[in-house]
């Protein structure tokens, strides 16, 4: 084409322009009409569902996953993208909706193009997406399935370390309670044993040496530094 594309549209331009003349009686059923055309083309269009052939290295940049689907633009250009920007055009976004979608009509006429390889086209970027929306999910789930069986291992190991350690710790009360246990009945035995002594001495003196009462108190713990 010669002519930029939003050239093809000042016919119909001129036609927005004419918001007061009385309206066409036939107008409105025809633009139904239309508009349930395309409608009924997108639900007949049933694409195969999308195959990636190569692997998307980048989840952000949808055209990797275009690509990576397969989605390749016609000859003649006219991908449900490129129409998306001409519908974004400044030379027909502010004009009433069907005005632009008659503009586009004939931007695609002009160019051999038709609206069910637009609608197709739309419909295939969309499925892929989905699937690759599913690819990701999947993803997801079988990271947190593996994650959660890595820390339900981490944490029977550190349940059966926790155990371990309060075993220990357990058995060290245990054996020193033995020890004290031992170290009291001893105590008892060796002050019956100091009054035995202390009991024979006191015969012979006047003074008795033996300190046959209760143990010494413990000196005072130093300070904290």
Not at 131 to 157: G, P, W, Y
């Amino acid at each position: 084409m010669s002519k930029k594309w939003y050239n093809l549209f000042v016919s119909v331009d001129q036609t927005a322009g004419q918001a007061d003349a009385p309206p066409d009686e036939e107008a409105a059923p025809a633009q139904t009409s239309a508009a349930q055309a395309i409608a009924d083309i997108a639900a007949s269009v049933k694409p195969p569902a999308p195959q990636f052939a190569d692997a998307v290295t980048n989840p952000t940049s949808f055209q990797e996953i275009y690509d990576a689907a397969e989605i390749h633009p016609p000859a003649h250009g006219f991908t449900v993208m490129k129409v998306a920007d001409m519908l974004r055009s400044e030379h027909i976004r502010n004009l009433p909706k069907d005005v632009k979608r008659s503009s586009v009509l004939v931007a695609l006429e002009a160019s051999g193009a038709a609206i069910q390889e637009v609608i197709e086209d739309a419909v295939k970027r969309d499925r892929a997406l989905d699937a690759f929306e599913r690819v990701q999910e999947r993803s997801i789930n079988d990271l947190e399935a593996r994650k959660s069986k890595e820390n339900q291992a981490i944490q029977t190991e550190m349940d059966r370390l926790i155990a371990e350690h309060k075993a220990r710790i357990q058995a060290n009360n245990d054996e020193l309670a033995k020890e004290r246990e031992r170290f009291y009945s001893w105590r008892l035995k060796k002050q019956e044993e100091e009054q035995k002594i202390s009991d024979t001495v006191s015969y012979f003196v006047t003074d008795n040496p033996i300190t046959a009462g209760g143990p010494a108190a413990a000196p005072a713990s130093s300070p904290p530094k």
